[in-house]
């Protein structure tokens, strides 16, 4: 493989990628020698590649140029893959201050067509993460409203591979994770309790259906995303927003919640049988399990199940410590969203 026209901590980021993928995928075949071999080559590729980063940062010429903000993002990427928490929050944070040297999130987005991909992942992985951090901790350049209309403009019409959300409720995510954030210090506010209400009516009115008749190249597991991620979203939007008590656990709402995430785990035994798509449903089954604490043994067994298959095929641990976390807030006997979560995440395979 050649890496002539990539910087150095490109190149240890690349090599500490496969190195992170082919442990995960072969971990149970080799034996202990082998396995402490291939992490302390990961690491040592990882140390190089952080090493190459803040040489790049501290160099005057080199510190906010593409190629040293693409080496960023690329090892964001890389430890999101290797580590759901807490690593993601310290390089995101890093990124976003070189990316406003540049003139802003929006100006960069606008201006950079090499770093316009990296971008739209990094803005992605910045949503997703907040919606498994705390409220009151939310990175508020990914759960500000002013991202609703860049993101829309980057996202488009289509799918991004590691997420597969249709669009309007990839929106909808950015606002219930705005009104977590507002909700954690003001929970008896009416606007907000109406804004809330306002938000879950919008979530209900979306149509999967005409989402996949509109879409520009409709699929059969088109439909099962638009239902899977209208359930997921519907279920975070009251499991969290009843955490910060903007909505209220009233008999209705929990029925709700609960039809939803009876409807999310009955679509995703559909989506873990399609190789198009279960390769990127971390986030809906980590909902799904969320709301499993209140459903079945049967249902906790197949998120537990999934989860612990998809780490082997996507070649991540990042679904084993979904597992693990989903594990112990089970076992907590406490059912609320933020109790689930004791740091951030990024569970974004």
Same mark, same amino acid.
């Not at 501290?58 to 190629?67: A, E, M, Y």
């Not at 409203?145 to 403009?153: G, R, S, V």
């Not at 909808?172 to 929970?187: K, V």
């Given at each position: 493989?050649?890496?002539?026209?990539?910087?150095?901590?490109?190149?240890?980021?690349?090599?500490?990628?496969?190195?992170?993928?082919?442990?995960?995928?072969?971990?149970?075949?080799?034996?202990?020698?082998?396995?402490?071999?291939?992490?302390?080559?990961?690491?040592?590729?990882?140390?190089?590649?952080?090493?190459?980063?803040?040489?790049?940062?501290?160099?005057?010429?080199?510190?906010?140029?593409?190629?040293?903000?693409?080496?960023?993002?690329?090892?964001?990427?890389?430890?999101?893959?290797?580590?759901?928490?807490?690593?993601?929050?310290?390089?995101?944070?890093?990124?976003?201050?070189?990316?406003?040297?540049?003139?802003?999130?929006?100006?960069?987005?606008?201006?950079?067509?090499?770093?316009?991909?990296?971008?739209?992942?990094?803005?992605?992985?910045?949503?997703?993460?907040?919606?498994?951090?705390?409220?009151?901790?939310?990175?508020?350049?990914?759960?500000?409203?002013?991202?609703?209309?860049?993101?829309?403009?980057?996202?488009?019409?289509?799918?991004?591979?590691?997420?597969?959300?249709?669009?309007?409720?990839?929106?909808?995510?950015?606002?219930?994770?705005?009104?977590?954030?507002?909700?954690?210090?003001?929970?008896?506010?009416?606007?907000?309790?109406?804004? *809330?209400?306002? $938000?879950?009516?919008?979530?209900?009115? /979306?149509?999967?259906? +005409?989402? @996949?008749?509109? %879409?520009?190249?409709?699929?059969?597991?088109?439909?099962?995303?638009?239902?899977?991620?209208?359930?997921?979203?519907?279920?975070?939007?009251?499991?969290?927003?009843?955490?910060?008590?903007?909505?209220?656990?009233?008999?209705?709402?929990?029925?709700?919640?609960?039809?939803?995430?009876?409807?999310?785990?009955?679509?995703?035994?559909?989506?873990?049988?399609?190789?198009?798509?279960?390769?990127?449903?971390?986030?809906?089954?980590?909902?799904?399990?969320?709301? *499993?604490?209140? $459903?079945?043994?049967?249902?906790?067994? /197949?998120?537990?199940? +999934?989860? @612990?298959?998809? %780490?082997?095929?996507?070649?991540?641990?990042?679904?084993?410590?979904?597992?693990?976390?989903?594990?112990?807030?089970?076992?907590?006997?406490?059912?609320?969203?933020?109790?689930?979560?004791?740091?951030?995440?990024?569970?974004?395979?």
């Amino acid at each position: 493989m050649a890496f002539r026209d990539t910087s150095s901590s490109v190149r240890h980021t690349i090599c500490y990628l496969t190195l992170g993928h082919r442990i995960q995928q072969l971990a149970w075949q080799l034996d202990e020698a082998a396995l402490v071999e291939e992490r302390s080559r990961l690491y040592h590729h990882r140390g190089e590649a952080m090493r190459a980063l803040s040489e790049d940062i501290s160099n005057d010429r080199s510190q906010c140029t593409d190629t040293t903000i693409l080496s960023v993002l690329m090892f964001l990427f890389a430890d999101v893959r290797q580590f759901a928490a807490p690593y993601w929050r310290y390089h995101l944070t890093g990124a976003t201050q070189l990316i406003l040297l540049r003139g802003g999130l929006k100006k960069l987005v606008r201006t950079s067509a090499m770093l316009r991909p990296s971008l739209l992942y990094f803005m992605i992985i910045g949503v997703m993460g907040n919606t498994t951090s705390s409220a009151s901790d939310q990175i508020p350049a990914t759960s500000n409203l002013d991202l609703i209309d860049l993101m829309a403009e980057a996202y488009g019409e289509g799918l991004f591979p590691v997420l597969f959300c249709p669009p309007t409720l990839l929106l909808d995510i950015i606002r219930i994770n705005h009104l977590r954030m507002q909700g954690s210090t003001n929970p008896t506010d009416e606007i907000l309790q109406t804004s *809330a209400y306002t $938000l879950l009516e919008q979530i209900q009115s /979306f149509s999967p259906e +005409q989402w @996949t008749v509109t %879409s520009a190249a409709p699929r059969d597991e088109w439909h099962i995303l638009g239902r899977i991620y209208q359930s997921a979203i519907l279920v975070y939007c009251i499991s969290s927003l009843q955490s910060v008590c903007l909505l209220p656990s009233s008999t209705d709402l929990n029925n709700m919640k609960a039809a939803h995430g009876s409807r999310l785990l009955l679509q995703l035994r559909k989506a873990m049988m399609s190789p198009a798509i279960k390769k990127c449903m971390t986030w809906p089954l980590v909902v799904a399990g969320v709301q *499993a604490v209140s $459903l079945s043994a049967t249902a906790r067994t /197949f998120v537990t199940q +999934q989860l @612990t298959e998809m %780490s082997l095929d996507v070649g991540s641990p990042i679904p084993l410590t979904a597992r693990d976390v989903l594990k112990k807030f089970w076992d907590s006997g406490n059912t609320a969203w933020d109790v689930c979560f004791d740091q951030p995440y990024a569970f974004v395979s």
